[in-house]
């Protein structure tokens, strides 16, 4: 792994963190706010993959 690979995880885990973290507070959280954090995270996660088979 490369630093550029490492910093894609990084911001992948503080938006894990981020969208967790507004929701532990609550007893319920719609479906459509735990989509649109997963999408966010595949986004990233995507791309990360894409850079990989290139290499």
Known sequence: MDLQDLTRIEEVMDMIDAGLGGMTDRQMVSTSEVTNLLLDVR????GFEVMESVE
């Open 43 to 46: 986004m990233l996660l995507s």
